[in-house]
């Protein structure tokens, strides 16, 4: 091999290598830039929220009443369905065991009809008042509270409908809005999940407002397709959902890039823009990827 020869052969090599360097470098600068690309999610956004409770449509406490005596027997259970006129619980009253006592004895020593007559007539009173048994006047759900109560107007038991709603108040002007409304997206905030709410009373508001503040809040009444734990909590979005991104999402006056299955996909969309954000009006779909400051330099844009 001639020395020329491996000179060519030596240049050759250098000019490999170099072409190699300088193509890893493009390569690396240009995955470095693509790694720096940030991208936004397209999601629907409600213009009001608020918050609400599930209660139960209608409750009927059953109260300590001491003047029945002490509690004898309850005859329904927890969570047991029951309905009208059902045995809730019995009293037993035994201060009138003397009182029964000493008028037994003298029924004895009366002679006349009459006396006999009124003297059996309060021990049949008397008797009764022995025994105190309640019932309902409400078919419900039970749930027991205080079994030995100890004070008067302790709660012992309560029936809550099977029925149930969700409370909230409205504000005057989201009620001002929104008041055509009647359906509405409910969120548990538990498990979040989503059901559809259906507004069915708004109530006028207190007429002692607030004295903290200004507005009025008007009681709403809120019914869905299932029911929940009473004192359950909901996050209640209200107004139509709209899509909004910050305008740095475009790549034009009305184009933007889209990230779809690797690829970068140039799209025109139609906003009304109010101060740095978009209300998107067509163009961009729930749940797509948006990139932020687009550079088609940086893009292979389709």
Request: charged content about 20%.
């Amino acid at each position: 091999m001639t020395k020329k020869t491996k000179l060519l052969l030596n240049f050759s090599a250098i000019f490999l290598f170099l072409t190699l360097i300088s193509t890893i470098t493009y390569y690396a600068y240009y995955l470095s830039k693509l790694t720096d690309i940030q991208t936004i999610e397209a999601r629907l956004t409600f213009p009001y929220h608020t918050t609400g409770i599930v209660q139960s449509d209608y409750n009927y406490s059953v109260i300590f009443q001491p003047q029945y005596g002490q509690i004898h027997e309850i005859h329904v259970k927890d969570g047991q369905y029951i309905s009208k006129e059902t045995p809730l619980l019995t009293y037993y009253n035994p201060l009138k065991i003397p009182e029964i006592s000493a008028l037994t004895a003298l029924s004895k020593q009366i002679t006349t009809p009459k006396q006999a007559y009124e003297c059996m007539r309060e021990l049949v009173k008397l008797k009764t008042e022995l025994y105190t048994t309640i019932q309902t006047p409400v078919q419900g759900i039970v749930r027991l509270h205080e079994l030995v109560p100890s004070k008067k107007d302790s709660i012992i038991l309560e029936i809550q409908s099977k029925t149930q709603h969700i409370l909230t108040n409205l504000p005057e002007p989201i009620y001002l809005q929104l008041q055509q409304q009647k359906n509405v997206s409910l969120v548990q905030k538990t498990t979040q999940k989503s059901v559809t709410g259906h507004i069915v009373t708004i109530l006028p508001p207190s007429s002692t407002p607030d004295s903290n503040t200004q507005n009025s809040y008007y009681p709403t009444i809120i019914k869905t397709n299932k029911n929940y734990p009473i004192g359950s909590h909901f996050t209640i979005n209200l107004g139509e959902p709209k899509m909004m991104l910050p305008s740095d999402i475009l790549l034009e006056k009305n184009y933007v890039v889209i990230h779809k299955n690797g690829k970068y996909v140039k799209r025109i969309i139609n906003y009304d823009k109010i101060n740095e954000q978009l209300i998107i009006k067509s163009g961009i779909f729930a749940g797509e990827k948006i990139v932020r400051n687009p550079n088609e330099t940086a893009l292979k844009i389709k």
